[in-house]
């Protein structure tokens, strides 16, 4: 899954010379914590987030009256206070690559390039969509969680003997186990029923760690 297919597009900018209460007054109306900043001829040259605004208002000690206040704010442009190194990603870029960039950098959001144009925008809430896409989280089924040995083949054993079983496996994830000898591997079936899925597993695994009946959402 690469990110020109799941990421924001068009994607809503806001000029450099723009007032930042104007732009934060677009990222309430569009619901958004962050805006790409463009020049005029529509190329990227910062990034303006919610808690830059926040961090660039004055504090609730101050003196000035509220009319100052606002009169100061009304002053002050985008391009004063938005960050002008971003770090960018182009469309072609693995999903799980993006997520890696934005967690070692602590970033909630990444522009996204086609070439030298600005495509779209990836974001922590489009990754919290995949990640329910991914376990299934909008389907009703029974999740299972278990843990194997880390070892070639043990998936391959997991999907047969729940086939067998006339389960529909409608997702899967593995994850590290409680050492590197072995795996945790979550499913979610649906067509089979609890105690068949346990059964039926029961033999292939070292544990099962959790088992519940899950609602659509």
């Known amino acids: 899954m690469l990110v020109g297919e799941r990421m924001t ?3 809503i900018t806001v000029r450099g010379d723009a007032p930042i209460m104007d732009a934060y007054e677009l990222m309430q109306k569009e619901k958004i914590r962050r805006l790409p ?7 990227l040259v910062g990034m303006l987030s919610e808690s830059d605004i926040l961090h660039a208002s004055p504090s609730q000690a101050t003196s000035l009256s ?3 206040l606002n009169y100061l704010m009304s002053k002050v442009t ?6 002008s190194e971003v770090i960018t990603i182009g469309v072609d870029t693995p999903l799980e690559e993006a997520a890696r960039i934005m967690a070692d950098n602590k970033v909630g959001g990444l522009p996204v390039m086609r070439e030298d144009k600005l495509a779209g925008i990836v974001t922590e809430t ?3 969509k995949v990640f329910l896409e991914l ?4 389907e009703p089924g029974i999740r299972i969680t278990v ?3 880390n070892e070639p083949g043990e998936l391959s054993k997991l999907t047969s003997a729940i086939f067998k079983a006339g389960g529909n496996i409608l997702a899967l994830g593995t994850s590290r186990g409680e050492d590197t000898s072995t795996a945790e591997i979550t499913l979610k079936v649906e067509d089979v029923q609890e105690s068949d899925l346990r059964e039926a597993l029961k033999p292939l695994v070292e544990k ?3 088992v519940r009946s899950m609602k659509a959402i």
């Open 9 to 11: 597009h068009p994607v």
């Open 135 to 138: 376990f299934g989280a909008h």
């Open 126 to 128: 489009d990754l919290f």
């Open 37 to 43: 900043v463009v020049d005029k001829k529509g190329a």
């Open 66 to 68: 509220m009319w100052e």
């Open 147 to 149: 843990l194997v040995p």
């Open 208 to 210: 099962v760690v959790d």
């Open 78 to 83: 985008v391009d004063e206070i938005m960050t």
